[in-house]
């Protein structure tokens, strides 16, 4: 699924306009970005929890070369999906 996709969804179930359907999904995207870019954590009742986690610095290798390098410090973004969510996706496998 695209953010296109998203937007027309969003324009079908609720009969606002497409411009007010994709400025709604462009905001609410805009505010996620923002949010984990500051490093805070962003918990979505029934679907799950966006956190940002630090990542030290470690020892790694190059996987061509063998050489052994250092990888640098970052932050990283998980998801964990809500038990709510794990029970609807297992749902429709079956």
Do not use: C, H, W
């Not at 929890?49 to 990283?76: A, D, H, L, Y």
Request: net charge positive.
């Amino acid at each position: 699924m695209t953010k296109a996709d998203i937007v027309d969804q969003v324009y079908v179930k609720t009969g606002l306009s497409k411009k007010e359907s994709a400025d709604i999904v462009e905001k609410v995207f805009e505010l996620v970005k923002e949010t984990v870019a500051k490093g805070e954590k962003i918990k979505i009742a029934g679907f799950g929890n966006f956190v940002v986690k630090e990542k030290s610095t470690r020892r790694g290798r190059n996987p061509q070369t063998g050489e052994e390098i250092e990888i640098s410090s970052r932050r990283i973004l998980t998801f964990k999906p809500s038990q709510i969510l794990k029970s609807a996706i297992n749902r429709q496998d079956g």
